[in-house]
């Protein structure tokens, strides 16, 4: 079982609707949660963080949090042509400064 | 937001050249780190720093070594660049006391 997993997609969603991409992870001592996202061939982008169980907004964006199920997803509400990207789960590993990432949610918004 | 910064943001190079690729951070972070990624793949984080004199290796075994002289410079080396180290390497730093990384556009490296 891979740490940190993610559907590889693509999520292909018509302009205007909620993307949802989902994470889950196997370190149940994991206390932080980030979402960036990767257009092709850059770097990784910090969208959110969270720590806490819930929801946590920003914008467009709400990232949910569920430590006992192990579960970590990312809400992109009218979602945009320019938000087609790759989207990685990235979750601190056992208390150390580490972070283990997913291999990514490619996101394909069509207008 | 950091500014962490990578040269060359491109490199083509023979089988056989030591080579080394630059990352620096203005943002005073001590922690950085060096990421391995593959197209379409995940990150694999190779090496990370918590400070100054400070290196060890991350998760995936590879054959470059790193140096922490200064705060702000994180440099990636490759005595002997192959065909398999063809990939682009990110470069990462982080706050003391944070998690949240933030990345340098990256080097893409290709090796004849």
């Known amino acids: 079982q891979k740490e940190v997993e993610q559907n590889s997609g693509p999520l292909s969603v018509p302009e205007g609707a909620i993307a949802s991409l989902n994470c889950t992870y196997s370190d149940r001592g994991s206390q932080s949660f980030f979402w960036y996202r990767q257009y092709s061939g850059k770097s990784p982008e910090l969208i959110m963080s969270i720590y806490s169980n819930g929801d946590k907004e920003d914008g467009r964006f709400t990232a949910q949090l569920n430590k006992a199920s192990q579960y970590v997803s990312l809400l992109i509400r009218d979602s945009q042509p320019s938000d087609s990207a790759t989207y990685l789960c990235a979750v601190n590993w056992g208390g150390y400064n580490k972070l283990i990432f997913g291999a990514g949610t490619r996101l394909a918004v069509h207008p | 937001e950091a500014d962490i910064y990578q040269t060359p943001r491109y490199l083509v190079i023979g089988t056989g050249k030591k080579i080394t690729l630059e990352c620096s951070q203005t943002?005073?972070?001590?922690?950085m780190y060096w990421y391995q990624q593959d197209p379409g793949m995940e990150l694999h984080l190779i090496h990370y720093s918590y400070g100054v004199n400070s290196t060890e290796k991350g998760d995936l075994s590879s054959e470059s070594t790193v140096s922490r002289i200064r705060t702000e410079h994180f440099p990636l080396t490759l005595e002997s660049a192959r065909p398999s180290h063809t990939s682009q390497y990110l470069c990462a730093s982080s706050e003391r006391g944070q998690e949240t990384q933030y990345f340098g556009p990256g080097t893409r490296l290709l090796v004849l």
């Open positions: 943002m005073g972070h001590d922690k």
